[in-house]
């Protein structure tokens, strides 16, 4: 028998996620409350025990895309503030008043159903996102449907170039604080909100009320590049371990459509994890994963639930860890580079981690 290991490990670190949550809400000022986005089971890090960390580091809002996370963080017990993000339709926005979580408005005939239902509404200005959201002069009219109600507490905006910090993100910004400024003195308790993680590090005039972070506070950086630059800590560690080693002859293959063939006597180990648990299967014969401190490829084809890797010389017996994002003796893969490789961001590599990884949590427990 193999030592005791799960099959598909992610091990997240409590303590880290506290850390970049203190990184992150250290610098604003007393008026600026910390938002924790932990849409999409926690960006793949499990919603509820994010939550609580954040919470313990001093976060006072949740933030979810949709009415399920909601509902789901509420029938844990969290009894904060939470926004929902996304678009609702009407059978949703009945759920989300009776959540109690604050909803997102941008059209007039969701206002007048909202305030038929009593929600608490943060109205949706596009400052140059193109996507959801209204012009100032609709935001304008809204805010004031809203506030007439007594249904109005948030204004937001969402920026599309935090990441580069390039004039758009100026021009973004200084839309957002006209905006702001006009209807704050019309509305003195308005929640003006428009940073995600990479504006909250970059720009302290983009904090406002509030900041919504998301990739930071999993320890991964914004911009794609090594999160030790901004003293972030990544959270997630990916794992499983060699179910198999065996010895490839040249000329022998391995796996689905021989793509792979060796053309030397190969070493190669098994490991039961495959693109249905979220190592994508563009990685075939590209990745990489750490055993026992030691790079090793990828090599044939990622199966949904086993791939295999080349073994250097006395290299990985049976049972050994196999990481494919963290540390391993002076090795480490970050989400980033594997991100890098498959010409995506971060936030897709971890959102990908498949429904039946196991989560673990390490660090020490929440005080909720
Ligand atoms: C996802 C999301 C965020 C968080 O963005 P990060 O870049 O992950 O920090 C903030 N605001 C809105 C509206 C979002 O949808």
């Avoid at 909250?200 to 990739?215: S, Y």
């Avoid at 080693?245 to 190969?266: H, L, M, Q």
């Avoid at 090599?299 to 290299?315: C, F």
């Avoid at 002076?330 to 981690?353: M, P, Q, S, Y």
């Amino acid at each position: 028998m193999l030592p005791g290991r799960e099959r598909a490990l992610a091990t997240v670190d409590l303590d880290a996620i506290r850390h970049n949550v203190n990184r992150l809400a250290a610098p604003l000022p007393a008026g600026c409350a910390y938002c924790a986005v932990v849409k999409a089971n926690g960006y793949g890090h499990g919603a509820a025990a994010v939550a609580k960390a954040a919470l313990d580091a001093g976060a006072r809002w949740l933030g979810v895309a949709t009415v399920r996370e909601a509902e789901e963080l509420r029938d844990l017990g969290f009894a904060q503030p939470m926004l929902i993000f996304g678009p609702l339709t009407g059978e949703e926005l009945r759920r989300a008043a009776k959540a109690g979580a604050d909803v997102v408005v941008w059209s007039r005939p969701f206002l007048t159903e909202a305030l038929r239902q009593g929600a608490r509404l943060h109205v949706k200005f596009d400052s140059g996102m193109g996507r959801l959201g209204v012009d100032e002069a609709t935001a304008e009219k809204l805010a004031a449907g809203a506030a007439g109600s007594g249904g109005l507490v948030g204004l937001m905006s969402h920026f599309a170039t935090a990441d580069q910090g390039d004039e758009f993100f100026a021009y973004q910004l200084s839309r957002f604080l006209a905006l702001a400024e006009k209807l704050k003195a019309r509305y003195p308790w308005l929640i003006a909100h428009t940073a995600n993680s990479a504006a909250t590090l970059r720009e302290p005039r983009a904090w406002h009320d509030l900041v919504r972070c998301g990739i930071a506070m999993y320890g991964l950086s914004p911009a794609n590049h090594d999160p030790d630059t901004d003293d972030l800590r990544p959270a997630l560690r990916l794992s499983s371990y060699l179910a198999g080693v065996r010895d490839v002859a040249p000329g022998g293959s391995v796996g689905y459509g021989r793509t792979f063939i060796a053309d030397c006597p190969t070493r190669v180990g098994i490991v039961p994890i495959g693109y249905a648990d979220g190592i994508a299967r563009a990685l075939s014969n590209r990745g990489e994963v750490l055993v026992s401190g030691r790079r090793c490829r990828i090599r044939g084809t990622i199966s949904m639930d086993q791939l295999t890797v080349e073994l250097p010389a006395g290299v990985g017996r049976p049972g050994d860890a196999v990481t494919f994002i963290g540390r391993s003796g002076k090795e480490r893969i970050l989400a980033e580079d594997v991100a890098r490789l498959l010409g995506t961001i971060n936030h897709e590599v971890v959102c990908d981690i498949g429904s039946r990884v196991v989560r673990a949590y390490i660090g020490s427990p929440s005080a909720t």
